[in-house]
């Protein structure tokens, strides 16, 4: 069940059955010479969905702008500060809670949002308003790619060459749910060098063509889709077990 496909009556009825929201959560940057600009936040939304087709789950809108000043080197990355993200996020949780979401998982499809996701946490937890409460508030922060088997599995898909960033397992995701807007290029080398995470312009000199470490060209849409069966499957799973999360003693 998405949010945005739903009407009030249906999110009031559905807060009557469950308190467990899902946001999926990423970044819009560059994914080097054949991912899409949107693969960051297409991932944790394209396995959102999946799952909400398999279990009674809600879904919120993508949340796709997060951390990304490294990447801003490359046109048409769009990147938010950590205090407009910690922000932001702390405006939705409050929007969501005082409609009396109380599980409030965020999944999240970029590496770099991390740190950021845990602080806007934090803000949130220090409010009076989220302290204390007595029936177990909550918020979760889960990558994708640590959803329970989703990483044993693209390391057996990709055993060489997955990398850090421009993935074949990422792309792999994108290209199963959007065939139309695979894209294919010669990459030089076949495997990207690794190195440090810095600001934008030593990014793109350090990684000019914006892979870092990978090979997508092993990316097919039937190694996507088997990702994104097991992902879904494990968010249900994961979401179960969150939901029944309750407070010690
Ligand atoms: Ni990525």
Redesign the pocket.
């Known amino acids: 069940m998405f949010l945005y496909l739903s009407t009030w009556a249906e999110i009031e009825r559905f807060l009557e059955r469950s308190r467990t929201i899902v946001i999926p959560i990423g970044s819009n940057e560059q ?1 080097g010479p054949t991912g899409l600009l949107g ?2 936040w297409m991932c944790p939304e394209i396995i959102a969905g999946e799952a909400q087709k398999k279990a009674d789950i809600l879904i919120a809108p993508t949340f796709n702008i997060g951390m990304a000043q490294h990447h801003l080197g490359f046109p048409g990355t769009i990147s938010l500060r950590p205090s407009t993200f910690i922000a932001a996020i702390g405006d939705w949780t409050r929007s969501l809670a005082g409609h009396g979401f109380e599980k409030i998982f965020f999944l999240n ?2 590496g770099g949002n991390v740190a950021s996701i845990e602080a806007a946490f934090s803000e949130i937890y220090c409010e009076a308003s989220f302290a204390r409460r007595q029936s177990g508030f909550a918020l979760k922060l889960c990558n994708w790619w640590d959803l329970e088997g989703v990483d044993k599995l693209a390391r057996d898909q990709f055993p060489t060459g997955h990398g850090m ?3 074949p397992s ?1 792309i792999a995701v994108t290209q199963w749910a959007y065939p139309n807007s695979t894209k294919s290029a010669d990459y030089s080398p076949q495997i990207a060098p690794s190195g440090p995470i810095r600001e934008a312009l030593d990014f793109r000199a350090r990684h000019p063509d914006g892979r870092m470490g990978s090979d997508p060209a092993q990316a097919t849409p039937e190694k996507g889709r088997q990702l994104v069966e097991l992902a879904a499957q494990s968010l249900v799973r994961a979401l179960d077990a969150f939901s029944r999360e309750a407070m010690p003693g």
């Open positions: 994914h693969t960051d499809g970029h960033h421009a993935t990422e």
